[in-house]
């Protein structure tokens, strides 16, 4: 098991972005073939939230739960 603290953000003041930063966690290349829980403290419309699923998908771990 292995605990990683990472920040997330895809807004820039109260507006959506394209684009979403992944701040603390270096190689995701890391992820693949693991099990990821992911643990939020604010989930406002989501839309953070899915663009992370998603760019975590990519590196192909085993399964995310949110």
Known sequence: MS??????R????DRS?????????SDLNQLEGKHI???EDIIDTGVTMVALKKELEKFQPKTIHV
């Open 3 to 8: 605990l990683e603290f990472i920040r997330v």
């Open 10 to 13: 895809s807004y820039v003041n």
């Open 17 to 25: 972005t394209d684009q979403l930063e992944i701040i603390g966690l």
């Open 37 to 39: 829980l992911i643990i």
